[in-house]
T-cell receptor
Framework: GEDVEQSLFLSVREGDSSVINCTYTDSSSTYLYWYKQEPGAGLQLLTYIFSNMDMKQDQRLTVLLNKKDKHLSLRIADTQTGDSAIYFCAESRGAGANNLFFGTGTRLTVIP | GAVVSQHPSWVICKSGTSVKIECRSLDFQATTMFWYRQFPKQSLMLMATSNEGSKATYEQGVEKDKFLINHASLTLSTLTVTSAHPEDSSFYIC???????????FGPGTRLTVT
């Protein structure tokens, strides 16, 4: 199908790790992205991974890419209350990777 | 660096009127700008892509005569919602990208309410 899919909700306890999963559709996607959106705000780019990579780590964030299964995940280590937000994965499509297509978003709630 | 602003952040207009939303790249030249729409608790949907000095390319199902996009300079794009109706109420987000760069930088969004 055309949709980029994510589970809608995730709750974790403060200090635990969070894993947010995403299934994308276009095997030719050049880049895959993770964005964070806080209430009433725009999107903040957290990290991205090039399609020829399997893993990327950036401080508390680890991105895993399984290109065969078209599966992307974002792991947040030592989750804090400030991490509570909606997380969107996005894939780039089209000539020149012009357009971003977003997943449905996962609302992460961190319980103190 | 790479800051994108939108104005206004929030607007209420009456049904039948038009409203203009501005998107500015503050510290880089945005050769390409994108306009997205986000309904409550839903994902972002790409509406159109505009390259500086060219006509915008609209996604399927987006009425170009209703959502007028102008990208007249390397730092400014505008979205005008013409003859607005309550169903146009939404959160509109722009993003901007410089030449040769894959990354899009997003504005904070504009919440439009049509009464």
């Amino acid at each position: 199908g055309e949709d980029v899919e994510q589970s809608l909700f995730l709750s974790v306890r403060e200090g635990d790790s969070s894993v947010i999963n995403c299934t994308y559709t276009d095997s030719s996607s050049t880049y895959l992205y993770w964005y964070k959106q806080e209430p009433g705000a725009g999107l903040q780019l957290l990290t991205y991974i090039f399609s020829n990579m399997d893993m990327k780590q950036d401080q508390r964030l680890t991105v895993l890419l399984n290109k065969k299964d078209k599966h992307l995940s974002l792991r947040i280590a030592d989750t804090q209350t400030g991490d509570s937000a909606i997380y969107f994965c996005a894939e780039s499509r089209g000539a020149g990777a012009n357009n971003l297509f977003f997943g449905t978003g996962t609302r992460l709630t961190v319980i103190p | 660096g790479a800051v994108v602003s939108q104005h206004p952040s929030w607007v209420i207009c009456k049904s039948g009127t038009s409203v203009k939303i501005e998107c500015r790249s503050l510290d880089f030249q945005a050769t390409t700008m994108f306009w997205y729409r986000q309904f409550p608790k839903q994902s972002l949907m790409l509406m159109a892509t505009s390259n500086e000095g060219s006509k915008a390319t609209y996604e399927q199902g987006v009425e170009k005569d209703k959502f007028l996009i102008n990208h007249a300079s390397l730092t400014l794009s505008t979205l005008t919602v013409t003859s607005a109706h309550p169903e146009d109420s939404s959160f509109y987000i722009c993003s901007a990208r410089s030449r040769g760069n894959y990354e899009q930088y997003f504005g904070p969004g504009t919440r439009l309410t049509v009464t």
